[in-house]
């Protein structure tokens, strides 16, 4: 477990980086501010949600990313969309322009909200040099405060939060071992809390919540088992995680006297996904399409004359993992169907 534990907070780095100005079908249910386009969403969190705001050195921006779709580099670290864009083409709107790319679009092209999100950040600072959910949420404001966006638009706007795996990758990589856990967890659950009021307190109408994913079913979890086993004490982790979100999402609605904050349950959607048919293998699931090489490689990597140091699957829409920590798009469109039903709740 000492040697995964290490492995898994190296690896976990990677777990970071992730606009490709694009309109994707809408699907669900049509109503009339959905036609009309007028629903705003407000991203924060993580390389799930992030569509492109780190700088072009990031590896989101760096082949073999963005294979799938647009079929090039994009900013998103997976090989086509992510979270945030099937958010999007739920509420019949674009995938809102990344904060690091508001000053490069007309102001029309704001009008589908903003995604504040930067791959590899928490809910607290983590190793990765970039804004945590509260400097999100600063950033958030600071616009508000420049009337970017009237009250009327915050009216008709939902938030996404999508983070956390990245604070428990840093609370293992300060602390060692898996001890200590549920006071993290505690702690952890109480910022998110009070960084949810923040949202909600600026006019934001609905916001909704990711439960963790489960750690343990990640490829850099299951690789010491040659991707044929979840480890069941992250999977543990993400379940005690998800149970205090949801104790305190509760709390927090009944304080309000309103359904503001719903969870969306990535958890049960990707573990409903991983469950292997008939007579394939637990590997046809959780292998990722795309690894290094060797095991000091990853994928995207090159070596200093240029030669790719990793390889991609024959079939990156069958796949449910991109590489060791993100989904594939084919992941993100399985999840996705799992999670429609429940995406009703938002309005």
Not at 243 to 262: A, D, G, H
Not at 295 to 317: L, W
């Amino acid at each position: 477990m000492e040697k995964q534990v290490h492995f898994i907070h190296f690896l976990f780095a990677l777990f970071c980086f992730s606009y490709t100005k694009f309109s994707v079908a809408a699907e669900g249910l049509v109503n009339g501010r959905r036609e009309n386009g007028s629903v705003k969403l407000f991203v924060f969190g993580d390389s799930y949600a992030d569509t492109g705001n780190w700088e072009k050195f990031a590896a989101s921006w760096k082949e073999p990313y963005g294979f799938t779709f647009p079929g090039k580099p994009a900013g998103r670290f997976s090989d086509g969309r992510v979270l945030t864009d099937y958010i999007a083409s739920f509420l019949g709107i674009q995938s809102p322009v990344p904060y690091t790319w508001r000053k490069t679009v007309e102001k029309s092209g704001l009008q589908s909200g903003m995604n504040f999100a930067f791959g590899g950040t928490g809910v607290f600072d983590t190793f990765i040099n970039a804004p945590n959910m509260s400097t999100q949420i600063d950033f958030f404001q600071q616009l508000l405060e420049e009337k970017a966006y009237t009250k009327q638009d915050l009216n008709s706007s939902i938030a996404l939060v999508s983070l956390a795996g990245n604070d428990y990758t840093t609370y293992i990589q300060r602390n060692g071992k898996l001890q200590g856990l549920p006071a993290f967890t505690t702690s952890l659950i109480s910022q998110l809390s009070a960084s949810l009021k923040r949202i909600h307190g600026f006019g934001v109408r609905k916001i909704a919540v990711t439960t963790l994913q489960p750690l343990g079913c990640l490829p850099i979890s299951t690789a010491f088992s040659s991707y044929e086993n979840c480890s069941e004490s992250w999977n543990a982790a993400s379940r005690f995680h998800n149970q205090k979100l949801q104790q305190e999402i509760q709390r927090m609605n009944k304080e309000s006297r309103e359904n503001i904050y719903e969870t969306l349950d990535l958890y049960t959607a990707f573990m409903s996904k991983l469950s292997p048919a008939g007579n394939m293998k637990p590997s046809s699931f959780l292998m990722p399409c795309c690894v290094g090489m060797a095991s000091d490689y990853s994928c995207g990597n090159i070596d200093k004359n240029g030669a790719k140091k990793y390889v991609v699957c024959e079939k990156p829409d069958l796949s449910i993992f991109w590489d060791m920590v993100h989904p594939a798009q084919n992941g993100w469109d399985q999840v996705y169907s799992s999670l429609k039903s429940s995406l009703h709740r938002l309005y």
